[in-house]
């Protein structure tokens, strides 16, 4: 069992960054692979970046790639995602999630742990 718990969101300007944080506990971090999904107002959850078990491996979406960076601190059980050259368009509730597997996912289907979310809001 993964308990998670997100932080670090909240109303920014455009072109603004912010650091998310996902503390997670339970059992050896580095067993699970851990994304990051969001979901606007009205939409679907959709998936933003996810890292493996080990940090070694990264994937983000089209929407994000280049101004978002995927971590994560296995000692601290921590993953972040640094968020930067944020846009309206980002603006959603941002959810942690992990699997029980070191390997990456890359769909909601994926995983099986999820954090109740943090709200980020970019907006001028």
């Known amino acids: 069992q993964v308990q998670l718990v997100e932080s670090g969101g909240g109303p920014v300007q455009p072109g603004a960054s912010l650091r998310l944080s996902c503390a997670a506990s339970g059992r050896t971090f580095s067993n699970y692979a851990t994304g990051w999904f969001r979901q606007a107002p009205g939409k679907e959850r959709e998936f933003v970046a996810a890292?493996?078990?080990?940090?070694?491996?990264?994937h983000y979406d089209d929407s994000v790639k280049g101004r978002f960076t995927i971590s994560r601190d296995n000692a601290g059980n921590t993953v972040y995602l640094q968020m930067n050259s944020l846009k309206p368009e980002d603006t959603g509730v941002y959810y942690c999630?992990?699997?029980?597997?070191?390997?990456?996912?890359?769909?909601?289907?994926?995983?099986?742990?999820w954090g109740q979310g943090t709200q980020v809001t970019v907006s001028s």
């Open positions: 999630a992990a699997r029980s597997s070191s390997g990456l996912g890359l769909r909601e289907a994926h995983y099986g742990y």
């Open positions: 890292i493996s078990g080990s940090g070694g491996i990264t």
